[in-house]
């Protein structure tokens, strides 16, 4: 029994290591099996090529600063990216900024490609839009159902000939930014008329401030605007105001020499330096001194209270104001939409892109983003502390138009032209005439 | 020896540890060597990829080039063979490729071109000598369709003879088409810069980042911080040589690798960078998975060490058990062996103390009796030497008792004879034995009950006496002349209604005790002090034999001592409580209802309503006199009245006589030999004295004494020596000295004795005496041939009229209850325990053979 009971032990033992042995060659098999497996000869690519569908995007480009992140591109890429997304498009971005003051601008070159029908979605400043418009060279926008959400200036602003032919993403409102530590220290109100901001320049020429305005050859268009149409925008009457400017009836001119009689007190008293605001691009020149507290006043667009790369950061505090007009600090109202050429190579996958991009839902992410006026009705965002006085005016309903599509005339871009000529040396009187030129082509 | 082990234990783990770190330190250093050669050849093979993918694109914008130059020459080769040139240029249509093309005939400055402007050379810079097939190539410039392009003349040759000159705008945008969409993972950023101007021209799609942008070199280092001046010098040698250049350089804070990449001998650059890391990704993925799989290997490895140094710890702690266990067993043998030594010890002290205490009465036995010899005519020295003699024995026999209880309880054969019993017989009797005692040493002995609620209980009345008597006889014992010695019984909560919870206290003013002699106290064979220096004699089992006792009742025994100021013993004890219908029936039929109770003491007043309650006796409590008028006066009326002497005193007693009616009578409860008390018994009549303390069945005698019949005369107490004269005895008795003692012992009583050596022989006596012939027969117990039990056994069961009858005594050195037992069951009549005591064995055989005759 004893002997017997061993034998089985015996054997028991020696089949736990048979199968012990026989698992592990079993699984060295498979190491080696799985060492050796041959490649599949198959093409080693995916078979189906996707199709690639791209919108070319023209926009200016951003100089970029290492250290600081572009807010306001960021708030548009983001909308891109949300365009991207739902439509499973490739945005290709192509930029252009002029290098210098000799160099083209960004609206000749965006008029260029367009006409040439380079690119697909174009962001558009007003006078460009205005002319592109006219030449039937952009879409009508029209049927994009975000449309529907749209506020009327912004509808009017950007129709030309019955088309819609562009969509911001934002509603610029233009404003004087100053150094409110500066007022203060020279015991200042801040202007609210032409008298009080030539009397605020002469305080601080006395205290040794050399150049109280900071200028660039783009923007000092904003002081003719707010003083020449102070009282079209705000006087009620506007609808048959325009329609006596595109009669005829009424002169542009007579609407805008007081602004340039104004300019031209504040170069010849050396408020302004025209030489250098001619050759000077936006924010670049008169920014650094601005921040470093040595001008106390320079005029932007509202995104650039929010921007790092503009006045987003101040060791001061500032405060963003209208203009000096008759009825006191007047905001100045533009926008700066996208456009599609008419002829473009992708236009249908670019509507729909725009579509999205102006979407409330992308333009409640931009205006969250950059905290701008956003252009629908159904987006609202609070503004940073320093935009408060300005934000309240246009609530107020209190601004003017820096463009309208309704005027015969395009102002944007023909008044900063006009504002360069003065710079240049031109008598108002000159400037005028060059209006009444403008005018009277529109006539004809 | 521990703390050597310990250091030896901490400097073999520190080896172990610093090995571990040994370890990882080379295999950190091998896997670092091998992840830097990784990286090494990785990014050697990262430049060589990137340089030749950069040599590709060079090569494809130089085709595109040289396409678009031999293009031109066919044209211009076309436009010399037509007629009129200009139409050919005017109608040439423009394309994807050429967005412009111009002729200027020879010699003139103005010519035509296919966009119908005017062309002159104006705008065209082609003074950096660029060249394409050995034609000029202008530097960039933003045409009209606002595009970055250039433009390459070329002459139009008719035999020979240049007749004009062809320039063709190319843009910029065809070179973009034929570039790939992005090259690493588009995280590469890839520039066409112009080489005269430095303007990047074109950033094809998907290459670099979407959402800034360079405008040319300048600000391609300003805004990638490449400020080193030497760098730059370098770039500009390369520009100006038109080779290559690739270097480190940090973008937006990751490392990249920069380069300049001329094409077409320098007219144009490709300027971009890849980040490092982009390059390295294959290598790092390496390096990833090599470090994936070193650190598993570590943690396998830690993990190994934890387990390792766990089961190492698990053991060492098992060891340490086995170890602590190993030393708490020896810890308790040599305890043992000390204990046994002690116990062993003691003994021999013990022996050696009783070899004194025997050899002392001993001694006094056999000198006196030596002195008997002598003096044997004087019978004045006879009496004098055998009383001393007496003596000796009696303490003799003590000695032996205790040593033989000890003995017994010891090896565990006592058995309680549990019996009811009143508790104040256990303190009377007490009381009768210590009293006299004290008194002799003029100690004064005070006895308190308190709180007991039931004073019929059941229990081994004996050992209870026993244990009394230890503790009160050691408390005179050790307590100087004029002293004080307490005995309290008192009542504890109940934890069972069926069982009365007592305590014992006695307590002394005396001796007292060191703390070191309190902790052996209960121990056998000890005494406080050595009994051949002392006084005090005796066997120092007293205690131990009290404690085994108490123990055995399932009680407790507690001392508390300090040396001079005496000594408190408490027993705790939970006796079972009698049925008390015998009680009630006693006061039922005497008609006593109703019993008035006068004590000025409310706590004695408690005690006795606590007593009386099971009696059925309504007990009506006053603290004095008034308040008992004042009862009797509300119509109050009771059998009996008790009286406190000691808190109500005379007065009281004689103003409650008068309010009581005439044949009521009173009891007063008084200390023993109460002052007064007899005297006043005369003037209170009827009226009887109950002493102290107060117990139900003390005053149910009194009770019964008074409603005694007149004529009723209580018997006396049994046991009036009765001689044993003309009685004849058989008596078994193998011991020839103590027959012999026997025999004079009867013989001086009057009465004969005839002694046989065994149980056999006294059987055999028995069956030939007459009947009558003998009155009793005296049995020893351990005889040979035939013990008594047997004997006995074998007598009582002959057949004839007197063998059941005739009494037989034994007697016998085996004293215990067991051995009474044991004899009753034999058969035998009764127990006399040796040595003999005349005046017990007269009591006994008087009864015995009374009650034969009855």
């Known amino acids: 029994m004893h002997h017997e009971g061993t034998v089985i032990g015996g054997r028991g033992r020696r089949d736990r290591w048979r199968r012990a042995a026989a698992g592990l060659a079993a699984l060295a098999v498979l190491a080696l099996a799985a060492c050796g497996k041959h490649e599949d000869p198959t093409n080693l690519l995916p078979r189906e090529k996707k199709e690639e569908r791209v919108v070319n995007l023209f926009s200016p480009m951003e100089k970029m600063d290492p250290e600081a992140e572009n807010v306001a591109r960021t708030a548009s890429d983001l909308t891109v990216m949300m365009a991207e997304e739902q439509l499973g498009v490739t945005m290709v971005y192509r930029t252009y900024t002029a290098e210098d003051y000799q160099d083209k601008t960004y609206d000749d070159v965006t008029l260029d490609r367009v006409r040439s029908n380079m690119d697909d979605l174009y962001l558009l400043n007003p006078d460009t839009l205005m002319a592109l418009g006219a030449e039937g060279a952009l879409m009508d926008l029209s049927e994009l159902e975000s449309v529907q959400n749209l506020r009327e200036i912004v509808l009017a602003a950007n129709t030309v000939d019955g088309k819609l032919v562009a969509i911001p993403q934002e509603v610029v409102a233009y404003g004087l930014f100053v150094n409110k530590d500066l007022f203060d220290q020279y015991q200042l109100e801040l202007p609210e008329t032409p008298e009080e901001f030539l009397e605020c320049c002469r305080v601080f020429k006395e205290n040794g401030i050399e150049t109280p305005v900071g200028a660039n050859r783009w923007w000092l268009e904003t002081f003719v605007f707010a003083q020449a149409y102070a009282d079209l925008y705000n006087g009620g009457n506007v609808e048959a105001e325009i329609a006596a400017l595109n009669s005829g009836e009424a002169r542009y001119s007579d609407y805008m020499r007081p602004g340039f009689q104004f300019l031209q007190e504040l170069i010849d008293r050396g408020y302004i330096d025209a030489e250098k605001a001619l050759v000077s691009e936006a924010i670049e020149a008169e920014g650094p001194d601005f921040l470093a507290g040595k001008t106390p006043i320079v005029m932007a667009y509202w995104g650039a209270a929010n921007t790092e790369t503009a006045y987003g950061k101040t060791d001061f505090t500032m405060q963003v104001i209208g203009f000096p007009s008759s009825r006191g600090r007047m905001p100045v109202v533009s926008t700066t939409g996208f456009g599609i050429g008419a002829r473009a190579e992708h236009r249908e996958d670019a509507l729909r892109a725009l579509e999205v991009m102006t979407s409330d839902e992308a333009l409640q992410l931009y205006a969250e983003t950059n905290r701008v006026i956003s252009p629908s009705k159904n987006v609202k965002v609070d503004c940073v502390p320093a935009l408060q006085p300005l934000s309240d005016r246009i609530e107020e309903g209190v601004y003017v138009l820096g463009s309208n599509a309704g005027m015969r005339v395009e102002q944007w871009g023909n008044t900063c032209l006009i504002v360069r000529e003065l710079l240049g040396g031109a008598s108002v009187d000159e400037c005028m005439a060059a209006f009444d030129e403008l005018q009277a082509a529109a006539l004809k | 020896m521990n703390r050597k082990s310990n250091q030896k234990e901490r400097r073999r783990g520190l080896t172990l540890f610093l090995s571990i770190v040994l370890v990882f330190c080379i295999l950190g250093a091998v896997v670092h060597q091998v992840a830097r050669r990784i990286t090494r050849e990785m990014s050697a093979s990262a430049i060589q990829n990137l340089s030749e993918s950069l040599d590709l694109i060079q090569c494809t914008i130089e085709a595109i080039l040289h396409s678009e130059a031999e293009f031109q020459a066919l044209i211009a080769q076309e436009i010399a063979r037509v007629e009129d040139p200009e139409a050919y240029v005017r109608t040439y249509e423009r394309n994807q490729t050429v967005s412009k093309m111009a002729l200027i005939l020879a010699g003139r400055a103005e010519g035509i071109s296919n966009t119908g402007e005017r062309f002159t050379e104006e705008g065209l810079d082609f003074s950096a000598g660029g060249t394409v097939n050995g034609m000029p190539v202008s530097q960039s410039y933003i045409n009209h369709m606002g595009t970055w392009s250039y433009t390459i003349k070329c002459p139009v040759e008719r035999d020979g003879r240049t007749i004009g000159t062809l320039y063709a ?520 004295v109950l002493t102290k303390p107060f117990f139900v069945s003390a005053f149910r005698e009194k009770a019964s004494e008074l409603w005694a019949e007149p004529g009723e005369v209580l018997l006396p107490e049994a046991g009036a020596p009765a001689d044993l004269r003309g009685l004849r005895f058989l008596a078994a008795e193998d011991n020839a000295i103590n027959a012999e003692i026997l025999a004079e012992l009867l013989e001086i009583e009057g009465a004969s004795c005839e002694i046989v050596e065994n149980g056999r022989l006294a059987l055999e006596r028995f069956q030939r005496a007459a009947e009558g012939e003998f009155d009793a027969i005296l049995m020893d117990v351990q005889m040979p041939v035939m013990n008594g039990h047997e004997a006995s056994r074998a007598i009582r069961a002959l057949e004839r009229a007197d063998a059941a009858s005739i009494p037989i005594i034994a007697m016998t050195a085996n004293a215990f209850a067991e051995d009474e037992k044991a004899a009753l069951d034999a058969g035998m009549s009764a127990h006399v325990a040796k040595p003999l005591d005349m005046e017990l064995l007269r009591r006994v055989i008087r009864q015995c053979t009374m009650k034969e005759r009855s």
């Open chain 2, 169 to 688: 705008e190319y843009v910029y945008d065809a070179v973009d088409r034929a570039l790939p969409g992005g090259f690493y993972n588009k995280q590469a950023s890839l520039y066409i810069m112009d080489a005269e101007s430095r303007r990047f021209v074109l950033k094809p799609k998907g290459m670099g980042q979407r959402n800034a942008g360079h405008l040319n070199l300048a600000d391609f280092y300003r805004a990638n911080s490449i400020q080193d001046a030497a760098i730059q010098a370098e770039v500009e040698d390369c520009l100006e040589q038109g080779e290559n250049i690739l270097f480190y350089h940090d973008i937006r804070g990751r490392n990249a690798l920069n380069y300049m990449w001329p094409v077409n001998g320098g007219t144009v650059f490709l300027v971009g960078y890849v980040p490092v890391e982009a390059i390295q990704q294959e290598g790092r993925a390496v390096n990833q998975n090599i470090f994936i799989v070193v650190a598993a290997m570590l943690i396998a490895f830690l993990l190994c060490v934890l387990f390792y140094y766990l089961s190492w710890r698990q053991q060492n702690k098992l060891h340490r058990e086995q170890e602590e266990e190993r030393r708490l067993h020896s810890q308790q043998l040599s305890e043992a062996l000390r204990a046994a030594q002690i116990a062993s010890e003691s003994k021999t002290t013990f022996l050696s103390n009783m070899s004194h205490d025997i050899r002392t009465p001993m001694n006094a036995v056999l000198g006196f009796t030596t002195l008997l010899a002598t003096d044997a005519e004087n019978p004045a020295k006879v009496r004098a030497y055998t009383k001393k003699i007496v003596a000796s024995g009696q303490h003799l026999l003590s000695l032996i008792n205790d040593i033989l209880d000890v003995s017994k309880i010891e090896s565990g054969k006592v058995v309680l004879n549990l019996e009811e019993f009143a508790l104040n017989d256990v303190v009377s009797s007490v009381e009768a034995i210590i009293q006299p005692m004290a008194k002799a040493k003029g100690q004064a002995f005070h006895l308190e009950v308190t709180g007991v609620r039931h004073e019929y209980l059941v229990g081994d009345e004996t050992r209870i006496n026993q244990i009394l008597i230890n503790l009160l006889s050691n408390a005179v014992k050790y307590t100087p002349e004029g002293g004080s010695i307490w005995l309290r019984i008192i009542g504890l909560k109940q934890r069972s209604s069926q069982y009365e919870h007592i305590r014992i206290e006695v307590e002394d003013n005396g001796y007292g005790m060191t703390p070191e002699y309190l902790e052996i106290i209960f121990d056998a064979f000890t005494r406080a002090e050595n009994s051949t220096t002392n006084k005090v004699q005796g066997t120092g089992l007293g205690m131990a034999i009290t404690k085994s006792i108490v123990e055995l009742m399932g009680g407790t025994i507690k001392v508390s001592s300090e040396v001079n100021r005496g000594s408190l013993f408490q027993v705790d004890l939970e006796l079972r409580v009698q049925e008390a219908q015998a009680d009630r029936q006693f006061w039922e039929q005497r008609g006593i209802s109703c019993v008035l109770l006068v004590d000025g003491d409310p706590e004695s007043r408690e005690n006795i309503l606590a007593l009386t309650e099971d009696t059925g006796i309504r007990l009506m409590a006053v603290s004095g006199s008034e308040e008992a008028a004042a009862w009797m006066g509300g119509g109050g009326d009771c059998q009996l009245a008790l009286l406190d002497w000691e808190s109500c005193g005379l007065p009281a007693a004689l103003a409650l006589r008068e309010l009581l009616p005439e044949n009521v009578p009173m009891v007063l409860l008084a200390e023993l030999d109460g002052e007064g008390v007899e005297e006043a018994l005369g003037r209170l009549s009827p009226a009887a």
